[in-house]
Structures are given as structure tokens and as C-alpha cells.
């Protein structure tokens, strides 16, 4: 057995890599010789079911029809064609400042945006202060903030097709009603599900390519690691460096 100071650490790791909540309601001892039979968790936090097409659609028709990103926020909320919303604590807009010059997008939101109903706020989001704090931008003066999906995956697992599928409509109309000149891509979820590259993110980091916006010109995009790939390993905080002296100078250009 454990002390409990061991425990303690044990316990702090698994948060620190994701592992945050329990998928079944007895917890195994997978030391015994004979443990004891657990009953597996509902089907719907570990797969959620396929998203209907006709959910694609009500989300392509309420996006359009929002004409504000406040309108828009409140169409996110009040949609219910995302399975990850049933279990979810709250539902993850934006932060920062609207229309800035910069707008960054994510995966999706971890344990801490969840339980605040922010995006970035948690290891990951303190690393990307930080980062753009380098050259010159922060989310409460000149840049803004969202993920490609508003709702936690459960467990932090990757997100399904389905569910970037659902939440597409919501984030191409928000790109277009934040209007940045430039979208950072982080992350190769995000990366993918916007620009529908089959290259993985380290051939398209560092990479310039434009976001085609239905009724608007293209918006230049780069995309970069998440941070929380940059603590996972953070020999490649190099690269990312030199994707935000790119990203840096392209801002520049665009004032």
C-alpha cells in the first residue's frame, strides 16, 4: 500500500496528465488476484453518439443567422446538437478582446476551462500567455481566444468527427464576426478540422495558408504545437519560437 504522501504525488500526476475523473464508479484494484467486477461507465461519456447530419444543418442555419459575436455566444449555449454538451459544466466561448488583430484557436477545453468557462486558462493557457506575451500580444489588450469545440471531450480524449463536425458551423462564423487579420491555428486538431490538410502538424507548422470565409476575404493562418504538446516536450519550443517571430511580423505587416 501507498503512503499517503505517495498517494498524494500519485494523484497530482494523474491530474497533471489528464486523467481527472473516473469512468467507473468502483475503483479497481488491479493489484489483487481477484478484483472485484465493476459495472462499465454509460456508453455516452466514453463514445459519444455519431452527431445526425440534420444537427450539421441546424448548426450551419443558427451560425448564419447570428449577427454578433454576443448572438452567436448565445446560440452556442443554447445549442443542443453536440453530444459533449450533456457532459460538459459549461459551455467555452471566447476570451479576450473582440475584434483584435489576433485570434487564436485551440482543440478543445481541459478540466480547468470546463469548470471556468474560459479557454486557455489552465497549464496549457498560462504557456500561451506567455508565448504571446513575447511578442507582444495578450488576451486582455489585443488578442482573442477560442477552441474549435465549445464543450470538454470527457477524460481529455481527442474529439470525434462527429463532434468537430457539430461545432464547425458556430467557428467558421465566428472567425468571421471577430474579423482578425490573422488566425493562429494550435494544434494539429484545429489545424486539420480548418484547413482540411491531410498533412499532420509538424509539416504544417510555420506554414502560412489562408482561411477561405464564406462572404469575407481569406484570413492568413499559421499554424503552430498546442502548448500543452510544448510541455509535453519542450525541445520543440524552438520551433514555436520561430513560428511566432513569423506570426509577429506578419501582424506587423497587416497594421
Known amino acids: 500500500m501507498l503512503a499517503p504522501s505517495e498517494a498524494a504525488r500519485l494523484l497530482a500526476w494523474y ?14 484494484d488491479r493489484l489483487s488476484r481477484a478484483a472485484p467486477a465493476v459495472t462499465p461507465a454509460a456508453p455516452s461519456l466514453a463514445a459519444p453518439p455519431s452527431t445526425h447530419p440534420a444537427a450539421e444543418s441546424g448548426a450551419r442555419r443558427i451560425a448564419a443567422a447570428a449577427r454578433s459575436l454576443a448572438e452567436l455566444a448565445a446560440a452556442v449555449a443554447a445549442f443542443e446538437g453536440c453530444a459533449l454538451k450533456r457532459t460538459a459544466t459549461n459551455t467555452v466561448f471566447a476570451d479576450g478582446i473582440a475584434g ?31 508565448m504571446l506575451a513575447a511578442i507582444g500580444y495578450e488576451r486582455g489588450r ?49 489545424t486539420s478540422a480548418l484547413l482540411g490538410r491531410p498533412e499532420g502538424i509538424t509539416r504544417l507548422r510555420g506554414r502560412w495558408l489562408e482561411l477561405a470565409i464564406d462572404g469575407g476575404a481569406p484570413v492568413p493562418s499559421l499554424a503552430t504545437y498546442h502548448p500543452s504538446f510544448l510541455l509535453r516536450a519542450p525541445a520543440r519550443k524552438g520551433e514555436a519560437w520561430h513560428d511566432l517571430l513569423a506570426l509577429q511580423s506578419k501582424l506587423n505587416d497587416s497594421q
Open 142 to 190: 489585443n488578442a482573442y481566444i477560442s477552441n474549435v469545440l465549445f464543450w470538454r471531450p470527457p477524460g481529455n480524449r481527442k474529439p470525434t468527427a462527429d463532434e468537430i463536425a457539430a461545432c464547425l458551423p458556430f467557428v467558421w462564423r465566428h472567425i468571421a464576426l471577430a474579423a482578425p487579420k490573422v488566425v493562429l491555428l494550435c494544434g494539429g486538431t484545429a
Open 15 to 28: 491530474v497533471a496528465m489528464g486523467a481527472d475523473e473516473a469512468i467507473v464508479e468502483v475503483a479497481i
Open 100 to 130: 483584435a488583430p489576433l485570434m487564436v484557436i485551440g482543440e478543445a477545453p481541459g478540466a480547468d476551462e470546463d469548470r471556468l468557462g474560459r479557454p486557455f486558462v489552465g497549464r496549457s493557457g498560462q504557456l500561451l500567455d506567455r
